[in-house]
């Protein structure tokens, strides 16, 4: 059994309460820690370092725990730049743009799709990913989103069925019949391969009482529900995923006060998505607001080719503390053990004794340089259960 001691750690962000300084991210300076088995296995200041059959000096860097990006849609073909062009020229969005990537995906061999989610899954572990959450939803026929799933699960235990993304046009004028397929067929097609089922609850997606068909149906099939709401106007989303118990509701741009109650006494974590209200001009989801009500927050690139097309938490913790009123504490809290606890996961998010060994070294003193240097690719090398998985 080889042990690895990393050392040379300027500034260690644990993301654990009882480790370091006792802040919200219990720092550590001039820290080391051990792996062993892709586990941690010791962590504290250098100076009480135990000896280890292997040493990596990392110059006084920044360690932050992997990001955990607990929302994306990577399994896809296509891409849309002509809408977000046309966005940018004035259009509103509306999710209308769903049924153009569900054309390419059905139309797509399983070999594009594996070789397009694997290239984003490369570029997310660049930028110090080493959790991602992948969604079914451009498939939308049974054959298709089993398929979806089934490369997702290639590259992450934590897929979700989002067979209600939209009703897909050939159902256009028999949405009950849809809703018949994604509870039955469909769900029995998929449940396998998926984790989670999700639903997107909005007006031009799915109402209140398909919502909680759906996701009472993948309840039943052995699901755990997380929910797509009020992201384009108020709604009864939150509501309906606090009810369930969700362990998260994304996106929550438009949120009344008794949601934030709802949010701020219950388990349901709310996921932000700074990079989609970005790229669809939208507003920013008040992350403050939800922060001081009590809510927990995660950060998540919503990564599709729609209307966030990226795979950066970096450019995603930088946006949450530009533009929701974060601070650079509160969005790396967000983006690592926010995204675990939205994936109801106690294993990663964190630099802590028996967690997985997922962490991303910066070339930056502190964590605080991935707001203050926004745009800037500061992660200098990703490592995910203890092995180096980028640069
Ligand atoms: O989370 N909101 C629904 N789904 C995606 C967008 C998908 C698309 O536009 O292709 C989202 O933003
Ligand atoms: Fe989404």
Redesign the pocket.
């Known amino acids: 059994m080889t042990s690895r001691l990393f050392c040379g750690v300027g500034e260690l962000v644990t993301c654990d309460k009882t480790a370091g300084d006792e802040s919200l991210l219990g720092l550590i300076h001039d820290a080391a820690f051990v792996v062993e088995q892709g586990r941690v296995a010791w962590v504290g200041h250098a100076c009480g370092a135990p000896a280890a059959d292997e040493r990596v000096e990392l110059g006084g860097r920044a360690v932050v725990p992997g990001f955990v990006d607990s929302h994306t849609?990577m399994v896809f073909a296509g891409e849309r730049s002509a809408e977000f062009s046309a966005r940018m020229a004035g259009e509103r969005y509306t999710?209308g743009?769903?049924a153009t990537?569900v054309a390419a995906t059905r139309s797509a061999s399983d070999e594009e799709l594996r070789e397009n989610a694997a290239r984003l899954c490369a570029e997310a572990a660049r930028s110090g990913t080493t959790t991602v959450e992948i969604k079914s939803g451009y498939g939308l026929t049974t054959h298709d989103e089993r398929r979806l799933l089934a490369i997702a699960r290639s590259f992450t235990s934590e897929t979700t069925f989002l067979g209600a993304?939209i009703v897909p046009p050939e159902y256009a004028h028999d949405r009950d019949a849809y809703l018949d397929l994604v509870c039955g067929e469909m769900l029995t097609a998929c449940a396998p391969y998926a984790r989670w089922v999700d639903v997107?609850c909005?007006t031009g997606a799915f109402g209140e009482d398909e919502t909680v068909r759906v996701l009472s149906a993948g309840i039943g099939a052995g699901l755990m529900p997380r929910l797509?709401a009020n992201?384009l106007g108020p709604g009864a989303g939150v509501a309906i995923a606090v009810e369930f118990g969700a362990a998260s509701v994304d996106?929550c741009v438009y949120l009344t006060d008794d949601d934030l109650e709802a949010l701020s006494t219950s388990a349901t974590v709310a996921t932000l998505?700074p990079a989609?209200d970005f790229s669809t001009r939208g507003p920013f989801a008040d992350g403050r607001r939800l922060l001081d009500a009590g809510a927990t927050v995660a950060l998540a690139t919503?990564c599709?080719?729609?209307?966030?097309y990226t795979t950066s938490m970096p450019f995603v913790i930088a946006l949450a503390v530009h533009q929701m009123g974060m601070t650079p504490a509160e969005a790396l809290l967000a983006a690592t053990a926010g995204g675990a606890q939205a994936l109801r996961r106690d294993d990663i998010g964190r630099i802590a004794v028996g967690c997985r060994a997922d962490f991303a070294v910066l070339d930056a003193p502190s964590y605080v340089y991935l707001a203050y240097r926004p745009g800037v690719p500061l992660v200098s090398a990703t490592w995910r259960d203890g092995e180096r998985v980028a640069r």
């Open positions: 849609h999710g743009g769903i990537t993304h997107f909005e797509h992201q996106h998505l989609a919503d599709n080719p729609g209307s966030s």
